[in-house]
């Protein structure tokens, strides 16, 4: 049974469906460890090109150019070129699946989730040197190889070249003017953006550059770019000269406003007339923004002027473009930096502490780095599968159940006076009555916690045994009427009661 064309458009609003929860189910899912966080980051980017893509099939099927969509909805209504029928259009239907199915009777559904599921344990294939640690560190040593070996570069070592590279205006500008330069920096604006994309998936890079662009456009017409002022001197080459840039006037009459002095050198240096009024001036000038020099008519040329100066001047204005060029390279470049500063901070503090080690050193902590982070992501899955329900040891993993039997950390002990509280193990029971729970416990009761009073756990228990060390207490206790003593004149001795009895008979 062959896919209609309704049922490819409603399979594609599925597929749009099933992804963008996937996205939020993984996203809602906090990533153990960096690496698991990059996997994560670049199998939602995965999902949204998908997504994209399919949507983009969509719109092509609603939009009909071929009428194929018309035609089948109208083929479903039993609209044919002889007439309406809907039941055998039904009935042709229904033949056709029964067929199929007679065709096919090993055919089973396939469940989508399952598949989709799936997407959720990729883990992308993602291309890192071993100097970039995942992300971690920049790798810019073969742009340094050529940064130290150009004329615009200085020989410094890879450390300071991590604080150089990312501050293009510094470099003399006669110096950016050479193609060795260009294609430096193009080899360093190619490398960023691609470290960039493999670290930061889920960033707009597009977006950030359209941003950058046009905040270059606007500085660069008012001459404020940095490295690329107005107005330089000391043997700096000019970034502007006389050539006005006319993208940003559409009609001549706006080019008037520039006055006639600025028209006539811009004209003077294409090579063109400089003569006529400001408007005439204008609208020449004005030509050479649809139309290549070489292609305008010989007329608009100055009479006299030697074809080479003609090429000069067009020399002129493609070095126009270039200079502008570089400088929007540079912003760029810029941009990105601001955006890695965390990388290139770290990338710097890595090299300065393996400057300190020796290649042994260096690779045993390597491979220390490699085994730690297996060690994170193995007990990590430990701590999940724990159906037992054993308790946590020191190092983070449930104890040997050996362990849990012999401590007898199966057996519950409740405490009454702790509010019901409950210890598991007969060490941590005994250890209780010396916490600070119990100790508030009986506190509340207005009882001391003594020995006396260890293993009592219940409320009335403990009230009973206190009464009876009370009155205990108050049969050993001293007494003055029978054991404070008194003595008399003749120098007998009486206890208090007898010497207070015989004084009130007169006998003493």
């Known amino acids: ?128 040197a071993g100097e970039e640690a995942y992300g971690r560190y920049l790798d810019l040593h073969e742009l340094y190889n050529d940064y130290i070996n150009s004329k615009f570069g200085e020989p410094i070592e890879y450390s300071a070249y991590l604080e150089v590279f990312s501050q293009p205006h510094k470099i003399p500008r006669k110096m950016k003017l050479t193609r060795q330069y260009g294609e430096y920096l193009e080899k360093l604006l190619e490398y960023l953006m691609y470290f960039f994309e493999r670290t930061e998936p889920l960033q707009d890079l597009d977006r950030i550059f359209s941003k950058v662009t046009a905040e270059f456009e606007e500085q660069w017409a008012n001459g404020n770019v940095q490295g690329w002022e107005k107005g330089q001197e000391n043997g700096h080459v000019s970034a502007q000269p006389n050539v006005i840039d006319l993208d940003y006037y559409s009609t001549a009459e706006e080019l008037m406003e520039v006055g006639p002095e600025r028209l006539k050198e811009a004209l003077a240096a294409l090579g063109l007339k400089t003569g006529g009024t400001v408007q005439q001036r204008a609208e020449r000038l004005f030509l050479t923004k649809h139309t290549p020099l070489e292609q305008l008519d010989r007329k608009h040329f100055a009479k006299g002027l030697p074809r080479s100066e003609q090429n000069g001047a067009a020399a002129a204005l493609q070095q126009a473009e270039s200079v502008k060029e570089i400088g929007l390279m540079e912003a760029k470049i810029k941009k990105l930096c601001d955006l890695l500063h965390e990388t290139i901070v770290r990338t710097k503090e890595n090299i300065e502490k393996k400057q300190a080690l020796t290649y042994e050193e260096m690779e045993a902590e390597r491979e220390e780095e490699e085994e730690q982070a297996d060690t994170e992501s193995d007990d990590e899955e430990q701590q999940i599968y724990n159906p037992l329900k054993l308790p946590m040891g020191w190092d983070g993993k449930p104890i040997p159940y050996w362990l849990y039997k012999l401590h007898g950390l199966g057996q519950e002990f409740k405490c009454e006076i702790c509010g019901n509280h409950s210890y598991w193990g007969r060490r941590a029971y005994e250890r209780h009555f010396k916490e600070w729970r119990h100790q508030h416990g009986m506190r509340c009761l207005g009882i001391p916690n003594t020995k006396n009073f260890n293993e009592i756990t219940s409320i009335e228990e403990a009230k009973q045994l206190w009464e009876r060390i009370q009155e205990r207490q108050g049969l050993n206790k001293w007494r003055p009427d029978l054991e404070e003593e008194y003595e008399d004149r003749e120098g007998n001795i009486y206890n208090k009661k007898t010497y207070t009895d015989l004084q009130r008979q007169g006998l003493i």
């Open 1 to 128: 049974m062959s896919s209609t064309l309704l049922e490819v458009t409603r399979a594609g609003h599925e597929e749009v469906e099933r992804l963008e929860r996937l996205i939020v189910k993984d996203l809602q899912n906090e990533p153990p460890t960096a690496k698991d966080r990059l996997f994560q980051s670049h199998r939602v980017r995965n999902m949204i090109h998908q997504i994209s893509s399919t949507t983009l099939k969509l719109v092509e099927t609603y939009e009909d150019k071929d009428n194929g969509r018309r035609d089948e909805i109208a083929a479903l209504g039993g609209q044919t070129a002889t007439g309406t029928n809907v039941f055998s259009a039904f009935y042709d239907r229904l033949k056709e699946i029964r067929e199929y199915h007679r065709r096919h009777p090993a055919a089973r559904v396939i469940d989508a989730n399952e598949e989709f599921e799936e997407l959720l344990k990729e883990e992308p294939r993602i291309e890192f």
